[in-house]
């Protein structure tokens, strides 16, 4: 799991540097593989305007460009198909070397003609495998001034990582609650504010499963708009999603990807102009198939939950969305899903299609079932501010699975299988920061579980939360007394 420094800060108010953040997050489990500054690979890059285009003489697919750092015009031979007049874009001088190429630039002579420097694409610059075009930057950026900072990519990457038990940790929300827990600061409230209906939905939603499958898809929102504007993202949700990795490709898109690494909460997105009729969460049936999003053809059997529409099914549910029905530049009318599946059989679908998403790699592991219309609300609005457009009613089709549990927790218990006397007041702290419902009673703690802790099955499980945040290297270690205890002679045959 990756994420930026000021990703998490949107979450967690806290003064801490980030060498106390990643020490903290290895002491209550969440291990750091990796903590680093993409910045520091590119900090010599700088923004350079794109002032003149001319066609190179000995070869078609080649440009020459005049690129200005403010100070200085350089001459560079340029082959993308993006490089155009008016564009601000990352330059490379020569003597610098270029990550994705795993190289040092020359000053080279192309075709007859000298290139001084290299407008660099997102592959050259090593932050994704995308070099179908130079990268261009915002207007706004200073010629001259650092590319690393242009591209958001000056912020501390963090990369954990997460056991399967704790899927709450796959969104960024779920790790800052552990830090804030553990006194790393503060975590930031959450404003879930309902999206006023302006319009309404043609599409309908019906859940349609066997009494023994039901399991499958308990609980479905989605969200019908209108008029939307399917642009490029801004800037800011492009650097974020760079800096974990994902390459953004419209903002309707990244959205989805936006709230995943958030509140590790998966969305998809439809055409809706491409849906036939409404829409029925159901099983596949044999013979069915579905171009998917990765433009693969898979083959489904009649166990797998697909999202279909009145003609073909349009998505493996928790798995990956369908080309046909996919959004691109021309999609003006959405619909917007945000589903509760079940882990099992999504994990079971992947394995059989070999088809690996972020968005099964949460849903296998359990998302929080309570986190369906709240995170359809702070979607709509995301995808109404960057978007455009009008917004129907949420729409409904079943209930969120129970996740009432309950456990008592003995105040004793903890010393007894920690070794450590905690006081009462600090782990009733604990457990209500971890967002636990602690009730005191007279020897202990009445806890009702958050919905997002599906891996709390009893008591024993609530020492170990309260023992990981208050630290496990605050117990007191004893040492063994050695002993004159000798092996066994050896048994003759």
Excluded at 65 to 94: Q, T
Excluded at 119 to 127: A, F, N, P, R, T
Excluded at 378 to 396: F, K, R
Excluded at 441 to 449: F, K, L
């Amino acid at each position: 799991m990756k994420f930026t420094h000021s990703w998490l800060m949107d979450h967690l108010e806290t003064d801490a540097a980030s060498e106390e953040i990643a020490n903290t997050l290895t002491k209550i489990g969440l291990e750091i593989e990796n903590v680093t500054n993409p910045g520091d690979l590119i900090k010599e890059f700088i923004v350079v305007s794109v002032d003149k285009v001319s066609k190179h003489p000995n070869a078609d697919r080649l440009k020459i460009c005049l690129v200005n750092n403010g100070e200085e015009n350089y001459e560079v031979v340029c082959g993308a198909p993006n490089a155009r007049e008016g564009i601000k874009g990352v330059f490379a001088r020569e003597g610098q070397f270029i990550p994705g190429l795993d190289l040092k630039l020359k000053q080279s002579e192309i075709r007859g003609v000298v290139s001084n420097g290299m407008l660099l694409s997102e592959k050259e610059l090593g932050i994704s495998d995308n070099h179908e075009g130079i990268v261009e930057l915002s207007s706004n950026f200073a010629l001259g001034s650092s590319a690393a900072n242009a591209l958001g990519l000056s912020d501390i990457v963090y990369e954990i990582a997460i056991t399967p038990n704790r899927s709450d940790c796959l969104g960024i929300r779920g790790i800052a609650r552990d830090l804030a827990a553990a006194g790393m600061g503060t975590l930031k409230p959450l404003d879930v504010k309902p999206v006023k209906p302006s319009t309404g939905s043609p599409i309908e939603v019906n859940i349609d499963f066997d009494e023994e499958d039901k399991s499958a898809c308990p609980y479905f929102v989605g969200r019908y708009f209108r008029n939307v504007n399917n642009g490029e993202s801004p800037d800011w949700l492009k650097r974020r999603l760079l800096s974990v990795g994902l390459r953004p490709i419209s903002v309707l898109v990244d959205i989805t990807n936006y709230f995943t690494f958030t509140f590790g909460r998966p969305l998809h997105v439809f055409d809706a102009d491409k849906v036939s009729g409404n829409i029925v969460v159901r099983l596949s049936k044999k013979g069915e198939n579905l171009l998917a999003l990765d433009g693969k053809n898979y083959d489904l059997d009649d166990e797998m939950t697909v999202i279909a529409d009145e003609k073909r099914p349009e998505a493996l549910a928790g798995v990956m969305g369908g080309e046909l029905s996919g959004c691109t530049s021309d999609t003006k009318n959405v619909f917007l899903e945000a589903a509760y599946f079940d882990p099992i059989r999504t994990a079971i679908t992947g394995r059989k299609l070999n088809l690996q998403s972020d968005a099964r790699f949460r849903f296998e592991r359990g998302i929080d079932p309570l986190f369906q219309r709240p995170g359809a609300e702070l979607a709509s609005q995301m995808i109404l501010d960057l978007c455009g457009g009008q917004a129907s009613d949420l729409i409904v089709a079943g209930n969120p699975p129970s996740t009432s549990k309950k456990n008592f927790l003995r105040e004793d218990r903890v010393k007894k299988l920690g070794g450590v006397d905690i006081p009462s007041e600090k782990i009733e702290s604990i457990l209500l920061k971890l967002g636990f419902e602690p009730t005191k009673s007279r020897d202990g703690w009445n806890c009702i579980t958050p919905s997002w802790r599906h891996d709390i099955e009893g008591e024993a499980d609530l020492v170990e939360e309260v023992l990981r945040i208050y630290g496990f290297d605050k117990i007191p270690t004893n040492q063994l007394e050695f002993g004159n205890i000798l092996p066994s002679p050896a048994v003759n045959a």
